[in-house]
Protein backbone atom coordinates (compact mmCIF):
# COMPACT_ATOMS: atom_id res chain seq x y z
CA UNK A 1 0.00 0.00 0.00
CA UNK A 2 1.32 3.69 -0.62
CA UNK A 3 -0.70 6.80 0.59
CA UNK A 4 -0.26 9.41 -1.71
CA UNK A 5 -0.66 13.26 -0.24
CA UNK A 6 -0.46 16.23 -3.18
CA UNK A 7 0.28 20.11 -2.08
CA UNK A 8 1.33 22.90 -4.06
CA UNK A 9 -1.96 23.87 -6.21
CA UNK A 10 -3.98 27.20 -6.60
CA UNK A 11 -5.08 30.03 -8.80
CA UNK A 12 -2.38 31.43 -11.24
CA UNK A 13 -3.10 33.70 -14.81
CA UNK A 14 -2.16 32.87 -17.76
CA UNK A 15 1.91 32.53 -18.08
CA UNK A 16 2.04 31.87 -14.45
CA UNK A 17 3.81 29.02 -12.39
CA UNK A 18 3.04 26.33 -10.16
CA UNK A 19 5.05 23.33 -8.38
CA UNK A 20 2.81 20.61 -7.23
CA UNK A 21 4.31 18.27 -4.57
CA UNK A 22 3.17 14.50 -3.65
CA UNK A 23 4.77 13.02 -0.59
CA UNK A 24 4.28 9.22 -0.87
CA UNK A 25 3.82 6.96 2.79
CA UNK A 26 6.88 4.91 1.84
CA UNK A 27 10.08 4.51 -0.38
CA UNK A 28 9.32 4.26 -4.11
CA UNK A 29 12.66 4.60 -5.26
CA UNK A 30 12.79 1.08 -6.44
CA UNK A 31 9.63 -0.45 -9.07
CA UNK A 32 7.55 2.28 -9.03
CA UNK A 33 6.33 4.02 -11.68
CA UNK A 34 4.84 7.24 -10.66
CA UNK A 35 2.61 10.57 -12.31
CA UNK A 36 0.53 13.07 -12.40
CA UNK A 37 -3.22 13.26 -14.06
CA UNK A 38 -5.19 15.93 -14.26
CA UNK A 39 -9.27 15.69 -14.68
CA UNK A 40 -11.76 18.70 -15.01
CA UNK A 41 -15.50 17.57 -14.43
CA UNK A 42 -17.47 15.56 -17.27
CA UNK A 43 -14.13 14.58 -18.30
CA UNK A 44 -11.71 11.62 -18.64
CA UNK A 45 -8.85 12.06 -16.16
CA UNK A 46 -5.94 12.70 -18.31
CA UNK A 47 -2.32 11.64 -18.02
CA UNK A 48 -0.16 14.40 -18.13
CA UNK A 49 3.57 13.17 -16.84
CA UNK A 50 5.12 10.18 -15.53
CA UNK A 51 8.10 9.19 -14.52
CA UNK A 52 9.68 5.69 -13.93
CA UNK A 53 12.26 3.94 -11.39
CA UNK A 54 15.10 4.71 -13.70
CA UNK A 55 13.92 8.43 -14.15
CA UNK A 56 12.39 7.87 -17.81
CA UNK A 57 9.96 10.31 -18.18
CA UNK A 58 7.21 10.83 -20.35
CA UNK A 59 4.79 13.58 -21.11
CA UNK A 60 1.61 14.67 -22.88
CA UNK A 61 2.22 16.44 -26.15
CA UNK A 62 -0.05 19.51 -24.54
CA UNK A 63 2.80 20.20 -21.43
CA UNK A 64 5.70 19.09 -23.08
CA UNK A 65 8.46 22.03 -22.85
CA UNK A 66 6.22 23.46 -20.42
CA UNK A 67 6.14 20.82 -17.34
CA UNK A 68 8.57 19.21 -15.93
CA UNK A 69 8.29 15.81 -13.46
CA UNK A 70 10.84 15.12 -10.97
CA UNK A 71 11.11 12.83 -7.91
CA UNK A 72 13.53 13.26 -4.65
CA UNK A 73 13.88 10.42 -3.58
CA UNK A 74 15.65 11.04 -0.08
CA UNK A 75 11.84 12.76 0.48
CA UNK A 76 9.71 10.59 -0.92
CA UNK A 77 8.26 12.96 -2.83
CA UNK A 78 7.53 13.91 -6.26
CA UNK A 79 6.90 16.87 -8.02
CA UNK A 80 5.78 18.33 -11.32
CA UNK A 81 6.91 22.07 -11.86
CA UNK A 82 4.51 23.99 -14.25
CA UNK A 83 5.48 26.99 -16.16
CA UNK A 84 3.74 28.93 -18.70
CA UNK A 85 0.31 28.08 -17.55
CA UNK A 86 -2.60 27.93 -19.92
CA UNK A 87 -6.42 27.94 -19.11
CA UNK A 88 -7.09 24.76 -20.45
CA UNK A 89 -4.36 23.44 -17.52
CA UNK A 90 -7.02 23.77 -15.46
CA UNK A 91 -8.32 20.85 -12.95
CA UNK A 92 -7.99 18.52 -10.42
CA UNK A 93 -3.86 17.20 -10.88
CA UNK A 94 -3.61 13.84 -9.07
CA UNK A 95 -0.59 11.84 -7.95
CA UNK A 96 -0.41 8.43 -8.73
CA UNK A 97 2.01 5.51 -8.14
CA UNK A 98 2.23 1.61 -9.13
CA UNK A 99 4.67 -0.83 -9.11
CA UNK A 100 5.62 -1.35 -12.66
CA UNK A 101 9.23 -2.71 -12.08
CA UNK A 102 11.56 -1.97 -15.04
CA UNK A 103 8.73 -0.81 -17.34
CA UNK A 104 7.87 2.50 -18.98
CA UNK A 105 5.27 4.91 -17.15
CA UNK A 106 2.83 5.21 -19.29
CA UNK A 107 0.14 8.01 -19.64
CA UNK A 108 -2.84 5.72 -19.06
CA UNK A 109 -4.62 5.65 -15.73
CA UNK A 110 -5.24 1.80 -15.75
CA UNK A 111 -1.63 1.17 -15.12
CA UNK A 112 -2.12 2.87 -11.61
CA UNK A 113 -3.59 1.47 -8.36
CA UNK A 114 -2.23 3.95 -6.17
CA UNK A 115 -3.95 7.67 -6.26
CA UNK A 116 -3.86 10.94 -3.91
CA UNK A 117 -6.83 13.14 -3.03
CA UNK A 118 -5.81 15.80 -5.60
CA UNK A 119 -4.95 19.53 -5.81
CA UNK A 120 -6.65 21.80 -7.58
CA UNK A 121 -5.34 24.30 -9.94
CA UNK A 122 -6.93 27.16 -11.79
CA UNK A 123 -5.67 29.09 -14.38
CA UNK A 124 -7.10 32.36 -15.78
CA UNK A 125 -7.41 34.39 -18.42
Known amino acids: QVQLVESGGGSVQTGGFLRLSCVAS????????MGWFRQVPGNKREGVAA???????NYADSVKGRFTISKDNDKNTLYLEMKNLRPEDTGMYYCTAELCGISRATLQPIQYNYWGQGTQVTVSS
Open 26 to 33: RDTRRSYC
Open 51 to 57: INSDGHT
